[in-house]
């Protein structure tokens, strides 16, 4: 994360960095369409929050950027088998656990600093943000819905992310999709309760 | 318009025990991974940040 803090600075992806910067290029045209027409609606339609590393000796660079909203993965399970005996005479209900999450909607590498590690970087500070002590609320997953290419896909994987289906079929199953059709994007997950910070006493 | 985000649906069977036996795995594990170095430097990092 050297590059990150010592050349870069951490800012809000807002109006003035539209009008100051030189349009941002991370090689996927879908991103840099969001990130120089519709990111300002997104902020204020308060639907998600970006962000930008920008480059110190060039300001005008911006080096990485990223949008974050908050989620949350909800599990549905038939109560346990103690409960059963207990409520034996009630209809089983389904019991639904929702985990406080943080989804990254949109998140690209300026494409000339691809493959130098920063995408790496920027995953550790988004990761260390949201467990960092300063951090609001509790959060136990960050999710992203990634490009189902091999490039993003052993990005998210190499670092620490995990399908949350474990195959196609059973994302497009639960999408509601056509089995017969290509899957675009493929929904990953990382989970924060296994990284350990100096703060935390157990 | 660029491409909409999909919403992560609720899990249910196969995904939800999957899923399930994963997590407690993860707590199982819990603060295996050392990130207090990295916690450091992203707090340096919003220091230095411009809002
Ligand atoms: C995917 C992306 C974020 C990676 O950023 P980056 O700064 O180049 O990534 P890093 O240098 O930190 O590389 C991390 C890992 O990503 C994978 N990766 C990155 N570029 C790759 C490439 N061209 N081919 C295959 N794997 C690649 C590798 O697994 C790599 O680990 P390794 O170098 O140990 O093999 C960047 O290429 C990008 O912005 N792409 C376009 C937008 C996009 O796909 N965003 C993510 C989906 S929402």
Redesign the interface.
């Known amino acids: 994360m050297g590059f990150l803090l010592e050349k870069c600075t951490f800012r809000p992806y807002n109006q003035e960095i539209l009008d100051s910067c030189e349009p941002f290029d991370c090689g996927n045209s879908d991103l840099n369409g969001f990130f120089s027409k519709d990111v300002i609606k997104y902020t204020s339609e308060l639907l998600g929050k970006s962000y930008c590393f920008t480059l110190d000796e060039n300001p005008k660079v911006i080096v990485c950027a990223f949008t974050v909203s908050n989620d949350s993965i909800k599990v549905q399970t038939l109560p346990n088998s103690r409960k059963k005996k207990v409520t034996k005479r009630i209809p089983r209900e389904k019991e639904t656990r929702s985990y406080p999450s943080v989804l990254i909607g949109r998140l690209g590498v300026n494409k000339n600093f691809g493959r130098l590690g920063v995408g790496s970087d920027l995953m550790d500070f988004i990761k260390s943000w949201f467990v960092h002590p300063g951090n609001k609320t509790g959060c136990r997953f960050i999710v992203v819905d990634s490009y189902n290419t091999p490039k993003p896909l052993l990005y998210y994987t190499n670092n620490g992310f995990e399908p949350l289906f474990s195959t196609e079929e059973q994302e497009k199953e639960a999408m509601n999709l056509p089995l017969d059709k290509p899957l675009k994007t493929r929904l990953l997950y990382f989970d924060l309760i296994l990284l350990k910070i100096e703060e935390q006493t157990e | ?3 909409a ?2 919403n ?5 069977k ?3 025990s ?3 036996e ?2 407690e795995k ?2 199982a ?8 170095k ?9 220091a ?4």
């Not at chain 2, 594990?29 to 207090?36: P, W």
Request: aromatic share 4%; proline share 2%.
């Open positions: 318009m660029a491409t985000i999909k992560i649906p609720v899990l249910k196969e995904a939800a999957t899923f399930n994963k997590i993860n707590i594990n819990r603060a295996s991974v050392d990130f207090s990295k916690v450091s430097i992203s707090s340096k990092i919003l230095k940040a411009k809002s």
